[in-house]
């Protein structure tokens, strides 16, 4: 009895010091891991806002370049030039326009108080649609077009004015450039938001509203791939 009292008095301590050793090196070793796995999920999600910030703002900027590149404030160009609605004259622009960021702003486009409106639309480097709404006419027109002035493809006419869209609005009563509140792409219902500006002639009246889209689809995709 003394016997196995003796080595239970030798041997126990030992098992509870290995137990107790074994279970601290368990319990370290999981609050290492849980240190290091929250570690790396902080440094993830500061990666990812990161990244979401980035993309967030080079879609605002490249908004605003497409924007001015059609529309230059004033103060910036040596000498300010009137404006002009030709349709003519500003197709052309807005084929160069489209084309600066195609992944983020690839649609710019006027309308116009009397109702005229004019956007092109860079698809792909081989896929470009021009909507035209002629003033007076009813219906704006969509072309598959190579080029500016090629008219030889039509795809839809379609009921559409652009005074009463949400960009429209809300820029004619201002000078500067503004952001839409967040609405429904005309064609494909994407959620969408607009940066928009008046365009005054010299006498300081309306001509119409130049903009651009950004459709939230595009972040979308983003927030997915990341």
């Not at 030992?14 to 368990?26: E, K």
């Not at 309308?111 to 792909?124: A, H, L, P």
């Not at 077009?145 to 820029?171: F, M, S």
């Not at 005309?186 to 903009?211: C, E, N, Q, W």
Request: hydrophobic share 40%.
């Amino acid at each position: 009895m003394r016997k196995f009292s003796l080595r239970q008095q030798l041997i126990v301590p030992f098992v509870v010091l290995v137990i107790f050793v074994s279970t601290s090196i368990g319990w370290l070793s999981f609050r290492a891991g849980e240190d290091a796995v929250n570690t790396l999920a902080q440094r993830v999600l500061v990666d990812m806002v990161n990244r979401i910030n980035t993309a967030t703002e080079h879609h605002l900027t490249g908004a605003f370049i497409a924007l001015h590149s059609v529309a230059p404030d004033p103060k910036s160009v040596p000498v300010e030039q009137p404006f002009s609605d030709n349709l003519e004259s500003l197709e052309q622009r807005f084929w160069d326009a489209s084309g600066l960021f195609m992944a983020v702003n690839n649609y710019v486009y006027y309308g116009g108080e009397d109702g005229r409106f004019i956007g092109v639309y860079r698809i792909s480097n081989d896929t470009v649609q021009l909507f035209l709404r002629k003033p007076g006419a009813r219906q704006r027109e969509v072309y598959a077009v190579q080029k500016p002035g090629d008219r030889a493809k039509l795809i839809r006419a379609e009921d559409y004015d652009p005074r009463v869209r949400p960009w429209y609005g809300i820029a004619a009563s201002q000078d500067k450039a503004v952001w839409s509140p967040i609405y429904n792409n005309f064609t494909k219902y994407y959620p969408t938001i607009t940066l928009s500006k008046s365009m005054r002639r010299s006498d300081h009246k309306l001509a119409g509203v130049m903009a651009t889209d950004i459709t939230l689809q595009v972040l979308t995709d983003f927030f997915c791939a990341a």
